[in-house]
């Protein structure tokens, strides 16, 4: 049996990146993934679209999955940082996530009982300072509480809410531009470097399959939980282990 056999699902940012696997798997574990209705998450009304949209196709939702989102880059002092570059990490990132999961909520609740879920991609600097930029690091701290409160809130309607964290991965794209295959090798080569988990680097294939764990069935009773898929990375002090090893 398919693991999300006739379960309908929104995800928003599927156009790329974590967002495409996760269409694509979740389509694979048969599931009716809807991503293509134009949506700017910002906008309330685009969001309630979405929704309403989907509901009057299939009937239902079981599955919201709030992943479209922004970064800008690598840390930087707060000192550099422009109210501009605040105001759109908020409005993608954080806005974006509380609108999804309040019209998810809105037509889950009277749908049925028991069921649905609602997931978010926040990220591994939730777990560790210093991976992000302040403004990428504000908002996905405000989706992980937003995540824990909506898991006690939306519990007695048996609606499960998650997130999925991942550290720093390889999308071929960044800020919509297309990265060469040098770069590609580059950003590669520097994850294989400073990852705890040696082998290996994480993939937007490995996000999915976080995702699909905790929108299915399988995780029917977990809620308020954030997945860090970060290879142990957030587990480890560097500095220690370096020190250790030159002793």
């Not at 309908?8 to 495409?20: D, H, K, Y």
């Not at 570059?85 to 990132?93: C, P």
């Amino acid at each position: 049996m398919s693991r999300l056999q006739d379960k309908v699902a929104i995800i928003t940012g599927g156009a790329r990146g974590i967002g495409a696997a996760a269409v694509e798997l979740f389509h694979q574990q048969g599931a009716k993934a809807i991503t293509y209705i134009h949506c700017d998450v910002s906008k309330e009304d685009d969001v309630a679209h979405l929704v309403d949209a989907t509901v009057a196709r299939y009937g239902k939702l079981d599955v919201m999955y709030c992943n479209a989102g922004v970064s800008d880059g690598r840390p930087g002092s707060i000192l550099d940082a422009s109210r501009e570059q605040l105001d759109r990490m908020i409005g993608v990132n954080l806005v974006g996530a509380f609108l999804g999961a309040k019209h998810a909520a809105r037509v889950m609740i009277p749908l049925k009982r028991g069921g649905g879920s609602v997931l978010f991609t926040a990220s591994a600097c939730t777990a560790i300072g210093g991976l992000g930029s302040h403004c990428y690091a504000m908002t996905k701290y405000g989706i992980v509480g937003l995540a824990r409160n909506l898991a006690s809130e939306l519990g007695r309607h048996g609606i499960r809410v998650n997130c999925v964290s991942p550290s720093g991965l390889v999308t071929g794209v960044a800020g919509g531009k297309v990265k060469s295959a040098a770069e590609v090798a580059r950003i590669e080569a520097f994850f294989s470097e400073v990852g705890n988990l040696k082998g290996r680097n994480l993939t937007v294939d490995d996000v999915a399959s976080a995702a699909l764990f905790l929108a299915g069935d399988e995780a029917r009773y977990v809620s308020g939980v954030n997945l860090v898929v970060d290879g142990g990375f957030s587990t480890v002090n560097p500095s220690m282990l370096n020190t250790m090893q030159i002793g």
